[in-house]
């Protein structure tokens, strides 16, 4: 692990030193109630150039825009007037809108798409740190490309500590996975991602809502790749109340709640005692981590119920046993 800087992100000083660093091209991790983003002056397409150089990231794979609320969105890009709605009840929080890009956004920050993913993050110093730059912050999850996101500034420090000027430490995401993406495009609703906010309510609000998530690779929805948070440790998703049976002595166990053959395993990781999904997801990156710094053969993670924040937490673990 590198000697990364990390200030606290309640500091109000350290908010104006990173303020300071985005203005300048540089890029800062600061947490979110998702994941802890790593950002960058998203009008400023060298600046995001650092950011996919430092997570290794493809650059056909696309940022989202972060505001600190739905005026400042304006800028960047045009919701559809369905989404409006939205804005009001929904954000600051968990959701990104896909929106028709404006010019202030560089193409850098879209992949060349002309539309650009937008949202209100529920932080304090996520907005602080927004508010104080002057100006939109792009980040895409502070992780390598394609490893755990960091649910902890402990997390980003050890996969990308060298390549950060400054880590901002808000403590434990809450929320514990990404946002969910939605789009409008074709003039309907359409999850693009499952996340923080469950499709359910985006239902509530809007009706009915496509649901693509969770399908095989397809390029034409960037970032949507089958193989994706994944740990180093080979991972799999045991077939509903499937158990792995032979030997367990190098086998870690992710499961919702406490499982009653615990001993067999290495090293087990218990998401929610009482099964309560919000619980699951706020834990799931932090279990993986954890089991993935074990040296294990293998990780076998239950699955979940798919229904509220659970269809994010299975879509996440799809991915990171897809080869
Ligand atoms: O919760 C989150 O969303 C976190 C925190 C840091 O805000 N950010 C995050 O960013 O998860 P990232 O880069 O890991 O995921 C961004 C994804 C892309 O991979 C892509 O799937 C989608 O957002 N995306 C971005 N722009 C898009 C666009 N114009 N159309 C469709 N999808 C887009
Ligand atoms: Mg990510």
Redesign the pocket.
Known sequence: MSSVRIADAFDPIAIAEAAQVIRDGGLVAFP?E?????GADAENPVAVARIFEAKR?PLI????V?VADAESARRYGTLPAAALPLCDRFWPG?L?L?AA?SPPVPAIV??G?D???I?V?AHPAALALIRAAGRAVA????NLFGRV?PTEAGHVAEQLGGAVDLILDGGPSA?G???T?L?FEGGRPVV??A??TPPEELQAVLGPVGIEVGTAFRPS????MKRHYSTRTPLEVAASGARPEASCARIGLLTLTPAADASKYAAIEVLSPSGDLREAAANLYRALHRLDALGLERIVALPVPEEGLGLAIMDRLRRAAAS
């Open positions: 979110t998702t994941v802890y983003g790593l990231r794979d696309p940022l989202i972060h968990p990104t896909v890009k879209t992949a798409l539309t650009v993913a949202r993050p980040a895409p999850s502070a996101s929320v996975v990404e946002s993406i789009s693009l991602r996340g923080g929805v960037p970032g949507q």
